[in-house]
């Protein structure tokens, strides 16, 4: 076993007992690299990566192959989900050289950490005009001993330019609703009309460009987005038989995915089909809903409340082999489409009676592995799924699961100093929370109070923001670094805007501190918001659909502000009345309590509950019955 078998990540426990000396991220490889002068060679994938376990077994589990691995570098393996800041980092440079990037990604670094030469999957025998892995040491280590002044010069200025986005300065452009505008007429720009989703293919679940088209009244928009829900939901990278969204289509239609399930995906997806059902009835989206969040209960809640990260793509060494079928499986061969190794993908209508069949049968199969470390960042989008979900369904095992998991953040993923810790397994935490993770934890939080209407929560989202700003925020720039001030130093430091495939932490965040600004009148929030906005302002108008979260924090911005303030039970008929619209841009908060500057004064009303809305705290008189909540003298 290598220095991988005591760490707390799936993926480098995968590669334990590689013959390769692996190190974690961290300064005993640097140290050792220094020490050496060796070259680094940094390995970075996932548990659940399909071409991450191709590559390990044709050639991390060789020993020829290791042996030039050893001889020649030190070997550092990283788990992009733990550390997203040397994945960022890297990758930024990965696709500086080579126009593209994925994982596995390999990038070759001087001991001092910086990048010369990167690539991603590389076969063990030369293929399709790649060298082979051998080959490519070989040259790499032969280039490090003749050309070593070039090498190092040629690494510093990659490093310059890789730093220069994070220093980015922000727009002096007025952010106006035109900016919205032109976003739709890009996004619209590239909607593929035959089968939905934008761009081609390979297809990622663009939810959070949903959710911004959902925001837009305008023509064209809604069709955009409902032909692109009943794509993806037809079947194929959407599990018809067991509820839950693989991680993206290989082709156009959304037909053969790479079969990982992730929680961010479902975490995202199940909001835009909940959203699609409030606005437009149909009952389909409601039932896509239901599947998607039974599943992530069912597949990925752990024992200690927290939600697993991912299921694998592979069952024994086979890509798809749980969740495909052949036709004497009792499937209708109408419903089967093909894909490898003579089984198929189901597409079409399923019965209840069929899917129950199918699924229980299904369970009888060897099952693909699970990723079961708890990450803060994607159990904050999870929650916020389960808990709007929850309300709007009246789902009470629902409630539950938000509940465990609101209480695992600030519990088990939080430090006794009240920071968030980035990923739990098994008792063990592992290194500081990212942005993200404060981020997405904060909203989730705060969908969690309107769920339940418990104040704490609340309280704890803006906790959360307030050491967001503290820990993350560029007071020079303006927006947020990925990683904390304060903590390990890379060759450079990042600050991702684009929201794929989740939502960005900046973009994130400034939807956070916007709401929270409107609900205690904080003006501070609302600038560190607007200092995200004005970074991401000259790539709006170029690429909306890699920017749709931000463009839903800049709707939420210029929106006329709008609160509502409950008192009372949260499930009483008023409230659920003043709750059910698809509102995005209104802000609420349940009380009464003291201490929320949006529920002071509010109380009440003849010891019936009340609904109080406001615009800019100026209040209308409450409300205690649904039929006259939005009459207006």
């Known amino acids: ?28 490889a640097l140290d050792r690299a220094r020490a050496e002068d060796r070259p680094i060679l940094l390995s970075v994938g996932y548990s659940a990566c399909h071409w991450c376990h191709v590559m390990a077994h044709e050639s991390f589990e060789s020993t020829t192959t290791a042996a030039v691995m050893n001889e020649h570098f030190v070997n550092v393996k990283v788990d992009r989900e733990e550390r997203p800041d040397v994945d960022a980092l890297y990758m930024e440079a990965t696709v500086s050289m080579t126009g593209q990037g994925g994982w596995p990604m390999t990038v070759f670094l001087t001991p001092a950490g910086e990048p010369f030469y990167a690539g991603t999957y590389f076969p063990p025998e030369p293929r399709h005009g790649m060298p082979s892995f051998t080959q490519l040491l070989l040259a790499v280590a ?22 220069q986005s994070a220093r980015a300065e922000p727009s002096r452009e007025p952010l106006t609703a035109a900016l919205l505008d032109e976003a739709v007429q890009g996004i619209t720009r590239t909607f593929d009309r035959a089968n939905g989703g934008f761009g081609r293919a390979p297809k990622f679940p663009p939810a959070s460009t949903l959710e911004f088209l959902l925001r837009r009244d305008t023509p064209g928009t809604l069709e955009m987005v409902t032909k692109t829900l009943d794509a993806m939901a037809a079947g194929g990278m959407y599990d018809l038989v067991g509820g839950g969204f693989h991680r993206y289509s290989v082709d156009d239609r959304w037909l053969v995915p790479h079969f990982e399930k992730m929680l961010y995906d ?26 998607t969040l039974d599943y992530v209960i069912r597949e990925l809640r752990l024992p200690d409340g927290g939600l697993a990260s991912a299921q694998d793509a592979d069952t024994n060494g086979v890509e798809g082999l749980t969740f495909t079928w052949t036709e004497d499986e009792g499937v209708p061969a109408e419903l089967l489409l093909p894909f490898e190794h003579g089984r198929s993908i189901i597409r079409g209508e399923l019965s209840a009676e069929l899917r129950a069949r199918l699924h229980e049968e299904r369970e009888r199969r060897p099952q693909p592995g699970l990723d079961d470390k708890v990450l803060a960042s994607w159990n904050g989008l999870a929650l916020a799924a389960l808990a709007e979900g929850a309300r709007r369904f009246e789902r009470a095992d629902w409630l539950r699961a938000a509940c465990d998991v609101g ?15 980035r990923s739990w397994r098994e ?14 934890a904060a909203h989730g939080l705060i969908e969690l109070h309107v769920a339940t209407g418990e104040v704490r929560w609340l309280q704890e989202a803006r906790r959360l923001a307030l050491l967001a700003v503290e820990l993350f925020a560029d007071a020079e720039n303006g927006g947020f670094f990925l990683a904390p001030t304060g903590g390990e130093e890379l060759v450079a430091r990042t600050k991702g805007l684009d929201d794929n495939p989740i939502p960005s932490g900046n973009s994130m965040l400034a939807h956070v501190l916007l709401r929270l600004a409107r609900i205690w009148g904080d003006d501070d929030f609302e600038r560190k918001a607007v200092s995200v906005l004005r970074l991401a302002e000259p790539m709006l108008g170029r690429a909306p659909g890699a920017f749709g979260w931000m463009l839903c924090a800049l709707d939420l911005w210029l929106a006329p502000p709008r609160e509502i303030a409950v008192v009372g039970p949260v499930d009483s008929q008023v409230a659920r009345a003043a709750l059910a619209p698809f509102a995005p841009n209104t802000v609420v908060a349940v009380g009464p309590a003291e201490g929320v500057p949006l529920l002071e004064g509010k109380g009440l009303v003849g010891e019936q509950p009340a609904v109080y809305v406001c615009e800019r705290f100026a209040c209308h008189a409450p409300v205690t019955e649904p039929t006259s909540l939005w009459a207006r003298p």
């Open 407 to 421: 209480e695992f953040l600030l519990g088990p993923l939080s430090r006794g100093d009240g920071r968030l810790s």
């Open 1 to 28: 076993m290598n220095r991988l078998g005591t760490e707390t990540s799936p993926y480098l426990l995968q590669h334990a007992e590689n013959p390769v000396d692996w190190y974690p991220w961290g300064t005993e």
């Open 266 to 291: 479902n975490a995202l997806l199940a909001p835009a089909y909940l959203h699609a059902w409030v606005v437009t009835g149909e009952p389909r989206y409601r039932t896509v809903v239901e599947e």
């Open 142 to 163: 032969e280039a490090w001993s003749a050309q070593r002044g070039d090498i190092v010069a040629q690494a510093k200025r990659l490093v310059e330019t890789v730093g």
């Open 427 to 440: 008792g063990k935490v592992s290194g500081e929370g990212f942005l993200d993770d404060y981020a997405n």
